[in-house]
Each structure stands twice: as structure tokens, then as C-alpha cells.
């Protein structure tokens, strides 16, 4: 293998298995230190730079970091990282007066963004500090898309979510709210040098089985019903609830109902619930407030009397796996199942809709009715209009839509300011030592087995009954600090120096991951084979140095390095230091300063 | 030294031996010795070894003198017994408590001043005795613990860290253990656990007065320029007559190798090495050949290594006392006090 060249910025970025996870790429052990040292406010803002709503997210993220996080690959569960954000925003007092202010003079380029979903709201808090003029379209009364009208009260409180959105607000767009767009064609005609399409993917899908139309004054589509929930159109259903589909959207159409009067909610999905959709927490929470998952059931009718609903029919399956590994759902001929209910969520999927875009204004759609929107720029075929968040490639999440807002600010002030949108710019990346002192590291690298500690909930007797009142506690500082010092610090990287080093096999002795290896140089799969322990894990990259004075060559896995740092402390001549990598992304605003500089 | 401990994760992969233990399960506390110590390498290869061999950890004794080579017992084998004893007695209080006991595996650790200096008179009669043992004299030509001095295997002509020369002429342990009949002699470099590691297994299965001399450089005081006993000086003058590729019953030979330059060697309980020869003509069984080998290897300057000398079929001390098979401290007092008719019998036969 070729020497390492750790110079490149991803090579250590993708050490940081959180931040390389994470969309935004938010610096997550560097907020965790921060609020292990009772940083709230520093860590706040550090995630309030790069994710634009810790509070929020600190509540629902899909929080794609922790599956990656390595805690999770040396001991059973990764780092709480989604519930720490939470904990920096909680305790941070008040930060205004870090805040961007509103730009003092404006560049004259106007900006209309569609949906003041968290997607257009980032393009916003990127673009509006650098002079634009921004209008902000929404067809609903407030600011917030789907954070506002779909996740339940119970899970992200509103004055937590109408805290961040007004930092946003603050910097004053123009805001016409209440406002629906029902023509692309009509707004480019008002001479915008750019529109973002942040509309999302507002459309619920359907279950047409029969009985469906006789019975429709008891059947309603899970987002629908969720936003009417929100609004406070809705505040009550019938005792016996069913709902249908396994994902997220399913786990808080159960959750509201046992909370507006439903006594026996039931959720049902098609296949196994191994399978479902919804993330394990939200499986979670929800059996914990006594609703089950029937799995293996096929929806067959409505069933209906005198135009009410009473009950629905299902087909019990069971998975069969082909030739080709893939699943089939066959029918196990056991007799259909009936459950009865007085109303039935249909949480089934979610789809695009972009009715209001006209064909014939150079944007085009592919044959699933999608636009073509470029994955890195976000520029659809108008180069005048981008698209973001759920809008852009379908339904994902908040912290996706963050990410595609950065880089749809990024494209839109690029191209506003005459550049390439395709030359993206890069992370700023710092590398320092951390070495305090002979046997001192500025950070505490005292590794432990130490298990995941849980989030304190309010009482369900409280919750089940008001369904605006918050279930999770969240972490108080003392948990907080217990949980932050689960972090393994990844961002601290091994740096190690071949000039330095007299291979007398310290490092590799003390390692307690067995990560170092002195060996003859291979070829990488070959190589992987005959390390210390065998590296398996190929989605972590191998650090091999150039080549030792005994011809041999260092090979780190970086699999699972906990960053102890015992290496550096056992190593006589300092060729293993320990240095922190704080990688930053670039967001609209460095852009800037940086091209003008 | 280092002031965190080694946390208890570990690789999710490490092998796991037939005992269920891992190689971390063989650890001992965390060293205090000098970041780089050479010795720290030997401790992982002792580690290794025992590890690799299935060794319960409850049958070794670990015995050592004084110095940093001897305080090394307390970072392996955590779970062993260890008797740290007084400077250059270690070989004394190892063949008693292995006339004692002769179950247990007995590892001796010392230093080259331990053994070479104070120690010198303990060493040779150990030695000479044929007690059952692996001796490991971790050898850095210096008194690494008080601040190093030159020890007895300072060469001729060596600098120390101050500039001093050494005007003395150096003992060799090892041509010693040679002369006094030790029946399984090699030598080795911490600096190279590929030949080390299979070194110390080899020795742990044979049954006789097994010694090891390793060499092991003294970061601190002895790993400069002018020293022979530094990692460089070392590496560039190393002469390997041979490799231990392979040594339990039940490994087979996996790579290839050359007719005639691979020899097995079948030790007393079944166990074979495979050596594989790398100086053509070195015969590992040839005791005055071998003494010869190395005093002129020596005087051009090598530092030769690998199983320089082993016996087919050693005895031991219990041997030629004709000691019983029971270990004596499992004695009770019937077979041990046999009355006064046994006692007459003795006292008649010696009239
Ligand atoms: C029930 C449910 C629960 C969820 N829970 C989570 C969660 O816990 N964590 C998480 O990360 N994600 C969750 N999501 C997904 C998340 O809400 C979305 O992925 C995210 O809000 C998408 O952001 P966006 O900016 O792309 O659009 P949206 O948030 O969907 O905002 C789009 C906005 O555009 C407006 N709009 C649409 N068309 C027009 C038009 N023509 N004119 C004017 N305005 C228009 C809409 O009114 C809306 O306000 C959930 C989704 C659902 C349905
Ligand atoms: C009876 C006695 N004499 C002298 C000493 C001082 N002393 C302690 S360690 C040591 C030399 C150790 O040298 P070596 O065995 O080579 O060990 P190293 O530290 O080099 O590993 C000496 C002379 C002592 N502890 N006891
Ligand atoms: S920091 Fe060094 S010693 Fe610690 S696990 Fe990583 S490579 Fe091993
Ligand atoms: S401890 Fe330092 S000098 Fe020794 S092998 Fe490791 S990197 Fe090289
Ligand atoms: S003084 Fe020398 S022998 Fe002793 S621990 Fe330090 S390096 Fe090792
Ligand atoms: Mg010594």
C-alpha cells in the first residue's frame, strides 16, 4: 500500500465515524467535550453553526451518527450523541448576542425560498448575514414545515422549536406566510436571481381496498390527521384505533391517538418487525406506552356497517426468501384476522407532489415524476432554481434538509457572485497536539467499559393524558457529564512521524485494541489479513506509514482505536503524538469571506 | 512510565485460545518501566507464548532478582505466582521451590547485572543442576535501574551514554550456559517477536534448563551510538542461524520450504520444532560446534541468534536426584516420615 497521505481532509474527517456520518457533519466530539466541561452555550453554538436547530434535533434527530459511533464497535451501544445536543441546548442560557445580527446592507439579489420547512430555513440563516434579500413563501401560517405540523408536541415542545425558528426569523426575511406558491412559472416571472424549492413531500399515500370509500369518515391518512392534530382541528378519536405502517410517522399516529381518547391502539405493518421503517427508539416508545406491533399482516378490507366503520380484515403472511436473496410476503393460509375499531391511520408512505411546477420551464422531471436536481450542487436543469430537503430526492429527515440547505446556500451565493458553482469549497481541517506535559493530554483519555445511560421520562400517567406535554426529561448536567465521557474523543487522531520512530514495539504492546502492526508492506486486502488482529471492518481505512528503517512498514487500523492515547504516552522519541482534527465545513458565509479575501 | 491504566476493551476479534482466554487475559499489570523499554517487548512475548501454548495461568511460577528486568514479572501473567526475590538469588529460590513442586512451570526473569554480576556463582550452579526451567536473561548491557552502569556483558570497547569506555572484557552467558550444559540454549533480539515468540515456546515444552539470553535495548541509558546493545546496532549485526517456524504437536507445516533446509526436532513430550536453517552448516545439536560457531562469529563482530543448542533427550535435576513423580510439597506425612524400621534400613545400607 502506498504511504497514507493524511494531509488529504477526508482522511481524518472519516476517523470522526459521528461527524463523516452525520449529513451537516457536525464536530460531535468537540461539542461533547464542551458539555462534559460545562460548555453549554460553546457547545450550543458549535451545533447551532453547522445544524441550525440543536434543540430541535437534540429531541428527534434520526440521529445517523449513532450506528456509525465507534463506542458502539468496542462495547454494545454507541454514545447518546442526539440526547447530549439536546442537554447543550437545555442549559445554555441565552446566546443572542452570539447570533448572526441582520446584514446591514443588502447585495440587491433577491432569493424566494418555497416552504419554510428546515431546508429553506437554512438557505435562509446562510444567505441572509451575507446581504440577500430573501423572501420566504409557506402556505401555512407559521414558519417551521413539518417540525411544526407533523412531529407530535409530546416529542419536540413548540417553544423550543419557535426559540430557533426565530433566530432565523431574526435576521429578518421577508415573510409571507399563509401564502401557497401554485406556480413556479408566475414567481420566476417576478425576476428572483434565484428560488429554492423546499416544499417537501406533503403528499400521504393511500390504501385503496375495498370499503375504503363507504368508510371514509373513520379512515384518515396519518399526516393529514397529524397535522390536523397539531393545528388543534383534531383532539379526539374513537377508543379502538388502528394503525397502519412502520414507520415513524405510523409510531406518532399511535402515540397521539392513545393520547386524544384511543384506549386500544393497535399498529399493524404488511412484513416482518425486524423490517419496519421507524427507528428502534421510536419502536420503543411506543410499546412502552402499551401499543403493540402485530407484524405479518396484509390489509384486506374495511369493514363497515350502515356507512360506520367497524373493524379491518387481514391476510397473515410470512416472509419467503428466493433464489436471489430477495423477499417474498406469502400467504401462510391460516383464515383472515379481524380487528375492530372505530377509526383507522393510514401511515403507509409519504410522496412528492409538485403539481404547481410547470413542464415547460426548462426543469426537468424523471419518469417517477421527480426533478432532476444535481446531488452536490442541488441545482435542478433551471439554473436558476434549486431544490432541497424532502423536495429534492424524496422523504429523508431534518438533518438532511439542514445539509442540502448548506449547500444550496453554497451554490445559490457562488453563482450570485458569478463563480462555479462546482468548485466546492473545502472544509477547514486544524491539527494540533494535544500534548499538555510528559504524561498530560488536554483531554481525558481515561477509556473505560462504561454502558449507555438512559433519559429520564416524566411519568406516563401525566403524558398519556396531555398530549402537548413533553415525555423525555432529557439528561440533567450530572447524567449529561456521565454520558459525554462515553465519548471515545475520535477527533484526537494518531499522528505518527517514520522519521521518528526506532520500531521497538511500544505502541504495539500497549495498544489495548491491538490497532498497530510492524510489518511488511502488501497489498491491502492481503495486508488486512496478517495484523495484529485481523481488519475486517473495510469501511475503516488503514494508516500505513512509508517505509521503516528495517524496510518494514506501521499499519493502524483505525477500526477501533479508542483514541486512548497510550500509544503517544509509550512511545520514547514521539512518533506518535496525539492531535486533535477539528474539520469545520465550509457553509455560504466562509464562501464568501473566503473569495473575497 | 505511564500513569493511565490499559482499559479492559478489547479487539472484538482477538483469538481466543482453547482455554477461552484471550492473549489481554495473560496480562499483568501496567508497566512502569521507560516508554520503549526492550523489555516491555519480552513481556509481550512471554505474553504471547503462553497464550499460544494454552497454558493455564494458575501451573506458572514467575521468579525473578532485582532490577528493571526483574520487576517485569508483575506485567504478565496477572494471574499467576511471582516471587520477587533478592538481587542475583532468583536461581537459588527457583530450584528450591521447583524441587518443591516440580508440577508448576517455572519461568525465571532476570538481567544481565543480576545474572552476569551479583548473581554470577547462582546462575552456573542453576544451570549446571539441569533444573527444569526457562531462564531469560533480558540483556541491555547495563544496570538499567540504577542508572546505568556498565554490566559483565558490556563488550569490550563499548561507549556509555557519558562517553565512558567500557575496558573490561564481556561475559557471555550464553557460551557459558553452553559450557555448563544447559540443554536448550538460544538467543534472540526484543526488537523481533517473529523469531522471539516460538523461541520461549520451544522452551517452555522443554523439559530441562532451558536459557534464553534476549537482548534488550535500554532506551534510556543504553540505546545511543557506541552501545552494542542499541536497537540499531543490533538490527545491522544480527546473524540468524535459524527460525522456528512451527512448534506444537498439532500445527502442521503450512508453508514451503526447500528439501534439506527445514529440520524437525522432536522434544520429550511429543512436541516438534521446525527449524528452518538460514546459515547452511549450523548443527543445533553439535555442543563443542556451537561453542566455536559463536566465538568466531563474536570476534567478527555478530551477534548471532536463534536455537543455538538443544538436547534431544534432557534430564533434569528431579532426574538425577531420583526424585519421586509426586510433587513433594503433595506429600503427607506417612511418605514423608516412613518411621524408624524405613530409617534403620537407610542407616544399615550405608554401614
Ligand atoms: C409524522 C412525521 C414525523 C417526523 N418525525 C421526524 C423526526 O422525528 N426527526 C426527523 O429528523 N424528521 C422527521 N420527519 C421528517 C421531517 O419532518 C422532514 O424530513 C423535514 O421536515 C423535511 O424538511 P423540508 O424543509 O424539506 O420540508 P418540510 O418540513 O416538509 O416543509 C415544507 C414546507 O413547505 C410548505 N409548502 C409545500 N408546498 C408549498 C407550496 N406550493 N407553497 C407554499 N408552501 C408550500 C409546507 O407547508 C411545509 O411547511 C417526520 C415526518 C413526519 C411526516
Ligand atoms: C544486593 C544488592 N546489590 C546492589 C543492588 C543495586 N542494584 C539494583 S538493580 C541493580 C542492577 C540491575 O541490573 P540488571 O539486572 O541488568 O537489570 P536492568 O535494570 O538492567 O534490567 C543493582 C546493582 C541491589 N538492589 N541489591
Ligand atoms: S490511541 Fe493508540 S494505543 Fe489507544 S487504541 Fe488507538 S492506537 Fe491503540
Ligand atoms: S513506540 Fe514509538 S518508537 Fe516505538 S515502535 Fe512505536 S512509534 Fe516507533
Ligand atoms: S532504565 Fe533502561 S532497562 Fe530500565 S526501564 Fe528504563 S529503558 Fe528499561
Ligand atoms: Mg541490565
Redesign the interface.
Given at each position: 500500500m502506498k504511504p497514507t497521505d493524511i494531509g488529504a481532509p477526508e482522511y481524518f474527517h472519516k476517523v470522526v465515524d459521528c461527524q463523516w456520518a452525520c449529513p451537516a457533519h457536525t464536530p460531535v466530539p468537540e461539542y461533547i467535550r464542551m458539555i462534559a466541561a460545562g460548555r453549554y452555550a460553546d457547545a450550543y453554538m458549535v451545533n447551532w453553526t453547522s445544524n441550525v436547530f440543536p434543540g430541535v434535533l437534540g429531541r428527534t434527530c434520526d440521529r445517523p451518527c449513532e450506528p456509525a459511533c465507534r463506542r458502539g464497535?468496542?462495547?454494545d451501544e454507541p454514545v447518546a450523541i442526539c440526547r447530549l445536543k439536546r442537554v447543550a441546548a437545555d442549559y445554555k442560557g441565552d446566546i443572542k448576542d452570539r447570533l448572526p445580527q441582520p446584514a446591514t446592507s443588502r447585495n440587491g439579489k433577491r432569493v424566494a425560498l418555497i416552504g419554510a420547512g428546515p431546508a429553506s430555513l437554512t438557505v435562509a440563516r446562510d444567505l441572509l448575514p451575507l446581504g440577500y434579500h430573501v423572501v420566504l413563501y409557506d402556505q401555512d401560517p407559521k414558519a417551521g414545515g413539518m417540525m411544526r405540523t407533523q412531529i407530535p408536541k409530546f416529542r419536540l415542545p413548540e417553544s423550543v422549536l419557535d426559540e430557533e425558528v426565530d433566530y432565523i426569523l431574526g435576521l429578518q426575511p421577508e415573510l409571507r406566510l399563509g401564502k401557497r406558491i401554485d406556480s413556479l412559472k408566475a414567481l420566476l416571472d417576478e425576476g428572483y436571481d434565484a428560488v429554492f424549492v423546499g416544499s417537501g413531500a406533503p403528499r400521504g399515500r393511500d390504501l385503496e381496498i375495498p370499503g375504503r370509500q363507504e368508510a371514509k369518515a373513520n379512515i384518515h391518512v396519518g399526516i393529514d390527521w397529524l397535522s390536523s392534530v397539531s393545528f388543534g382541528h383534531i383532539d379526539k378519536i374513537g377508543k379502538r384505533v388502528i394503525v397502519l405502517g412502520g414507520g415513524n410517522t405510523a409510531m406518532d399516529c399511535c402515540r397521539s391517538s392513545k393520547r386524544l381518547g384511543g384506549e386500544t391502539v393497535t399498529v399493524v405493518v404488511r412484513s416482518g418487525f425486524e423490517e419496519m421503517k421507524a427507528s428502534p427508539w421510536e419502536k420503543e416508545d411506543a410499546m412502552h406506552e402499551g401499543i403493540p406491533i402485530l407484524n405479518f399482516l396484509v390489509p384486506k378490507a374495511f369493514i363497515h356497517k350502515n356507512g360506520r366503520l367497524t373493524g379491518m380484515t387481514f391476510d397473515k403472511v410470512k416472509a419467503e426468501y428466493d433464489a436471489k436473496g430477495r423477499r417474498n410476503l406469502v400467504p401462510t393460509g391460516e383464515p383472515e384476522t379481524l380487528i375492530e375499531c372505530d377509526d383507522v391511520l393510514v401511515a403507509v408512505g409519504q410522496e412528492n407532489s409538485f403539481p404547481w411546477i410547470e413542464r415547460d420551464i426548462g426543469l426537468d422531471f424523471d419518469k417517477w415524476g421527480m426533478p432532476v436536481v444535481d446531488t452536490t450542487t442541488l441545482q435542478s436543469t433551471n439554473p436558476k432554481v434549486f431544490f432541497g430537503g424532502d423536495a429534492a430526492f424524496g422523504p429523508k429527515n431534518i438533518i438532511w434538509a439542514v445539509a442540502h440547505g448548506h449547500d444550496a446556500a453554497i451554490s445559490i451565493h457562488k453563482m450570485l457572485q458569478g463563480e462555479d458553482i462546482k468548485d466546492r469549497p473545502p472544509p477547514t481541517v486544524n491539527l494540533a497536539s494535544q500534548k499538555m506535559g510528559i504524561?498530560e493530554w488536554s483531554y481525558d483519555?481515561?477509556?473505560?467499559?462504561d454502558l449507555r445511560y438512559k433519559v429520564p421520562w416524566r411519568d406516563p400517567s401525566e403524558t398519556l393524558k396531555n398530549i402537548r406535554l413533553e415525555v423525555e426529561l432529557g439528561f440533567d448536567p450530572k447524567l449529561g457529564f456521565a454520558e459525554a465521557q462515553r465519548c471515545l474523543n475520535c477527533d484526537i487522531q494518531t499522528v505518527f512521524e517514520a522519521k521518528l520512530c526506532?520500531?521497538?514495539?511500544?505502541c504495539?504492546?500497549?495498544c489495548?485494541?491491538?490497532?498497530i502492526t510492524f510489518t511488511p508492506n502488501g497489498e491491502e486486502d492481503e495486508l488486512r489479513q496478517r495484523l495484529?488482529?485481523?481488519a475486517?471492518n473495510k469501511t475503516q481505512d488503514l494508516y500505513v506509514s512509508p517505509e521503516l528503517?528495517?524496510t518494514r512498514v506501521m499499519v493502524k487500523d483505525e477500526d477501533?482505536c479508542?483514541h486512548?492515547?497510550?500509544c503517544a504516552?509509550?512511545?520514547?522519541?514521539g512518533a506518535w503524538d496525539m492531535q486533535k482534527s477539528l474539520i469545520q465545513m465550509t457553509h455560504a458565509e466562509h464562501a464568501c469571506s473566503r473569495s473575497h479575501a | 512510565m505511564t500513569y493511565l491504566a490499559k482499559p479492559k476493551l478489547r479487539h472484538p476479534d482477538l483469538p481466543i485460545n482453547k482455554l477461552g482466554y484471550t492473549r489481554r487475559d495473560y496480562e499483568g499489570s501496567v508497566s512502569t518501566l521507560c516508554a520503549g523499554c526492550g523489555h516491555d517487548s519480552i513481556s509481550a512475548a512471554i505474553i504471547q507464548a503462553c497464550f499460544e501454548l494454552d497454558l493455564p495461568p494458575h501451573r506458572i511460577a514467575k521468579l525473578s532478582g532485582i532490577g528493571c528486568s526483574s520487576k517485569t514479572p508483575t506485567y504478565f501473567l496477572g494471574h499467576s505466582h511471582g516471587f520477587n526475590s533478592v538481587h542475583g538469588r532468583m536461581p537459588s529460590v527457583l530450584t528450591g521451590a521447583n524441587l518443591a513442586n516440580r508440577d508448576l512451570l517455572y519461568l525465571g526473569v532476570s538481567g544481565d547485572g543480576d545474572s552476569a554480576s551479583i548473581g554470577l556463582g547462582q546462575f552456573a550452579h542453576c544451570i549446571r543442576r539441569g533444573v527444569n526451567m526457562v531462564y531469560i536473561v533480558e540483556n541491555n548491557g547495563v544496570y538499567g535501574l540504577t542508572k546505568g552502569q556498565f554490566s559483565a556483558t558490556a563488550d569490550r570497547g563499548s561507549k556509555s551514554k557519558r562517553g565512558a569506555i567500557n575496558g573490561d572484557s564481556s561475559i557471555d552467558l550464553v557460551s557459558m550456559a553452553l559450557q555448563l550444559g544447559a540443554t536448550y540454549i538460544a538467543r534472540s533480539f526484543s526488537g523481533d517477536k517473529t523469531q522471539l515468540v516460538p523461541l520461549i515456546k520451544a522452551a517452555i515444552l522443554h523439559k530441562g534448563a532451558a536459557f534464553l539470553d534476549v537482548i534488550s535495548p535500554c532506551v534510556a541509558f543504553n540505546n545511543h551510538l557506541g552501545s552494542t546493545k542499541s536497537f540499531d546496532y543490533v538490527r545491522e549485526h544480527n546473524e540468524a542461524v535459524n527460525r522456528l517456524d512451527m512448534m506444537t504437536p498439532r500445527a502442521a507445516i503450512t508453508a514451503e520450504y526447500a528439501p534439506g533446509t527445514v529440520e524437525s526436532v522432536t522434544q520429550h513430550d511429543g512436541s516438534t520444532i521446525h527449524l528452518r536453517k538460514l546459515a547452511a552448516n549450523y548443527d543445533p545439536h553439535d555442543r563443542i560446534a556451537a561453542m566455536t560457531y559463536l566465538q568466531e562469529r563474536a570476534s567478527a563482530g555478530e551477534v548471532v541468534t536463534g536455537l543455538l543448542y538443544v538436547d534431544n533427550d534432557p534430564s533434569d535435576l528431579h532426574d538425577s536426584l531420583n526424585t519421586v513423580a509426586a510433587p513433594l510439597n503433595g506429600l503427607g506425612e506417612t511418605e514423608l516420615c516412613p518411621g524408624p524400621a524405613a530409617l534403620d534400613k537407610i542407616n544399615a545400607s550405608l554401614r
Open positions: 464497535r468496542v462495547e504524561h483519555n481515561d477509556v473505560s467499559n526506532i520500531e521497538c514495539d511500544a504495539v504492546d500497549i489495548p485494541m491491538d490497532c495484529m488482529a485481523p475486517r528503517k528495517t477501533v479508542l486512548c492515547g497510550l504516552e509509550r512511545c520514547p522519541t | -
